[in-house]
């Protein structure tokens, strides 16, 4: 219920406060984002019977250790993935959908940034509740209620950007901090310790990436939009696949790839 309120009530606010016109607009880019944080959070998804294996054997050191893995990988995808929608997702959109049917940047960007943060509390989230533990009841059911609150009067001022940000005020008062700071306390792991295996090497990964596409991007300025497109999912891949097998996984885990 929290996750429907927080998620998926961006159209009644937009429907009630904007017009359904705004809707198809908003869809578009909604549901590309949203399908980045998805494919993200696979392989977090999956490994859930694995946690609660380890927990019923006492095995913190194992949990820990998957635990981190599944953060590193999935916010180096949703990291990699999510440049390349930061940097042309206009220009997408243009040759997918046509012209005129861009919501704008700051729409996208606080997006991206709220996924981010979904992929980064929901993985600790997950390991949590592998454990029997579900107790992020009511953080998610305030969040939600903030969001419906926060969101409408957003809206009447800032229109659709008011819409998102509504939702970003919402989880970063609550689930965004929550979630992660509960899960550290329970498998005792140190945010000093969290900050030099996820934190940093996750901003460092931000930057390569955002640089190369925004230095793309302006290279191709003067390309038509499926050229541009197609540069920029090539320098995806040639740069992000390189950066996050050396700044996302540690030794081991290349040697093994």
């Known amino acids: 219920?929290?996750?429907?309120?927080?998620?998926?009530?961006?159209?009644?606010?937009?429907?009630?406060?904007?017009?359904?016109?705004?809707?198809?607009?908003?869809?578009?880019?909604?549901?590309?984002?949203?399908?980045?944080?998805?494919?993200s959070m696979m392989l977090v998804m999956t490994s859930m019977p694995v946690f609660s294996q380890?927990?019923?054997?006492?095995?913190?050191?194992?949990?820990?250790?998957?635990?981190?893995?599944?953060?590193?990988?999935?916010l180096g995808v949703m990291i990699v993935l999510g440049s390349f929608v930061a940097c042309f997702i206009d220009r997408f959109l243009a040759v997918w959908l046509g012209p005129n049917h861009f919501v704008g940047f700051p729409v996208v960007w606080i997006l991206l940034i709220v996924m981010l943060l979904e992929v980064h509390h929901q993985a600790m989230?997950?390991?949590t509740m592998a454990t029997g533990r579900?107790?992020?009841?009511?953080?998610?059911?305030?969040?939600?209620?903030?969001?419906?609150?926060?969101?409408?009067?957003?809206?009447?001022?800032?229109?659709i950007v008011g819409v998102v940000l509504g939702t970003m005020?919402?989880?970063v008062t609550t689930n965004n901090w929550y979630v992660p700071w509960y899960a550290m306390r329970q498998f005792k792991i140190g945010f000093l310790q969290h900050l030099h295996l996820i934190l940093f090497?996750?901003?460092?990964?931000?930057?390569?990436?955002?640089?190369?596409?925004?230095?793309?991007?302006?290279?191709?300025?003067?390309?038509?939009?499926?050229?541009?497109?197609?540069l920029g999912i090539l320098s995806t891949i040639i740069v992000g696949v390189p950066c996050f097998t050396i700044i996302m996984i540690n030794s081991r885990e290349r040697s093994v790839l």
């Open 1 to 39: 219920l929290g996750g429907i309120l927080i998620l998926q009530t961006d159209n009644i606010v937009i429907a009630s406060i904007l017009g359904p016109r705004a809707i198809p607009n908003y869809q578009a880019v909604a549901k590309i984002v949203t399908i980045l944080m998805t494919l």
């Open 169 to 171: 005020i919402a989880q």
């Open 54 to 74: 380890a927990y019923a054997r006492s095995d913190i050191p194992a949990m820990i250790q998957l635990l981190q893995r599944n953060l590193r990988f999935s």
């Open 201 to 230: 090497p996750a901003g460092t990964l931000v930057s390569c990436m955002l640089g190369t596409g925004f230095a793309v991007r302006f290279l191709t300025s003067g390309l038509p939009n499926i050229v541009s497109v197609g």
């Open 125 to 127: 989230g997950a390991a």
């Open 134 to 159: 579900i107790v992020f009841l009511a953080p998610a059911l305030i969040a939600g209620v903030i969001n419906i609150i926060v969101s409408i009067l957003l809206a009447r001022r800032l229109g």
